[in-house]
């Protein structure tokens, strides 16, 4: 379960990152 929750937490760092860079472009 703990990798399984590292990957969860990694999916969702990349996700905040995404948005992040999606709101700076616009």
Do not use: N
């Not at 703990?2 to 700076?24: F, N």
């Amino acid at each position: 379960s703990g990798g399984r929750y590292a990957c969860l937490s990694m999916c969702v760092g990349v996700g905040q990152g995404i948005a992040m860079v999606i709101e700076r472009v616009e």
